[in-house]
Each structure stands twice: as C-alpha cells, then as structure tokens.
C-alpha cells in the first residue's frame, strides 16, 4: 500500500501519527528515543514509519520540544501531567488531534521496525468491527502500544488515568478493542521487537542485518 499523503485507501479517513517517545530508557542509561541503530536515531525511524499513512505525525515527550526540531514535528506532553505512563502521552496525542482528523495510531520509540501498512490497516479493522480502537498482534505477542485510537476513545483514558489506572491494556478492553494479527515470515524477528536496553540494540542491528528483502 503506498502512501497518499493526509488520506489513504481506507475511504478518505484521516490518520495521525503520534511517536511514543516519553519514556526515561533507564535501563538503556537515558535518552532513549535518540539511541542508534545502524547510525540512525530511533527517534528518525518512528517518525519515518509514522508519516508513511499518517499526517500530521506528533511526538509524545515532555523534554523541550527544541530537543526534536529536526524531525519538524509537533511535540505533545502528556495529560494530565507527566510521570502516567504511556497513556499519558497517548491521551496528550488525542487531545492535540486537528480538527478533521478522528484517528490516531501510536508508533513506540523502541519498536523500529512495524509493518509499512500498519496504520492504515489497524483503522481500517476498528472501522470494520465498528469499534474506537485496535492493536496490532504478532506471533504470540500482543503489542498494545502499536495501535489505533479513535479521538473519541479519550474520555475512556482519561477516566482510568484518573482512577489511577495507567494499564495500557485497560482502555483498550474498555473499547472492545480488536487485536489485528500482522503475519510476516518466522525469520523476519526484526518486527516489532523492542529495544528496552543497550544488547537489545545491538541486538535488533543484527536482526536488521539477516532481515529478508522486502521482496522476499
């Protein structure tokens, strides 16, 4: 599926993109989301993955948006303050949405590499199941980060955020979310794996380099 820009094939809905990048990294020794892989940034790779199907493309972090200027995206902190966990930014993510546009897809700052039609295919699962959210699964893994959220999917966060509940997996059952299995071949291990530390870094490069061809 190639990108087209605001709109895609999933009859002309409009999809954001917002990067996951509000973590501390503690056990990566800090500053995460500019960690590199191959020489690029892990910051550069979820904003590339991001402005494939999405537009605008945000990034979730309460460091100074100044930290980011060179991705030319807009920086959104998290609601209702720092310190909630990821849903925190998610929810920030919803509130920054522009007028026009209904959907946002979460892109992780640790999980490189995802599916090119990732964003596009997500929403277009929730519409078909005519419900507020969906979450991509692979192998025997589900990866509620990498997902989709409908702008009115907020006041379900922000209710739990105010209960003290900070599961990312609670809304996401809350909305009757549906998990869409993205298959990909055994030996691409490359996908959606996550870099939580520095091996997992130099591990996920190796996966990169043995990952098949997109032809392939």
Request: glycine residues 10%; hydrophobic residues 45%.
């Amino acid at each position: 599926m190639s990108n087209s820009g605001p709109f895609n094939a999933i009859n002309d809905v409009a999809i954001a993109g917002l990067v996951l990048a509000g973590g501390e990294g503690r056990r990566m020794g800090g500053d995460k989301p500019f960690r590199q892989i191959g020489g690029r940034p892990l910051i550069a790779m979820a904003v590339e993955n991001a402005g494939r199907h999405c537009d605008p493309v945000m990034i979730s972090s309460n460091q100074p948006p100044e930290a980011f200027a060179a991705y030319k995206a807009n920086v959104v902190a998290d609601i209702p303050k720092a310190g909630q966990g990821p849903l925190g930014g998610v929810l920030g993510g919803l509130t920054a949405l522009p007028d026009g546009v209904d959907w946002l897809v979460t892109f992780p700052v640790d999980c490189p590499v995802v599916p090119d039609d990732m964003a596009a295919t997500l929403v277009s699962a929730a519409l078909d199941a005519g419900v507020r959210a969906a979450f991509a699964r692979h192998g025997d893994r589900d990866h509620y980060l990498s997902s989709a959220w409908h702008r009115e999917s907020a006041p379900v966060i922000a209710k739990l955020l105010a209960d003290d509940d900070r599961r990312v997996s609670a809304p996401l059952q809350a909305l009757d979310a549906v998990a869409v299995t993205f298959s990909r071949p055994e030996s691409d291990l490359a996908m959606f794996a996550n870099a939580n530390t520095i091996d997992d870094l130099a591990e996920l490069e190796k996966m990169l380099a043995a990952r098949p061809s997109k032809g392939m």
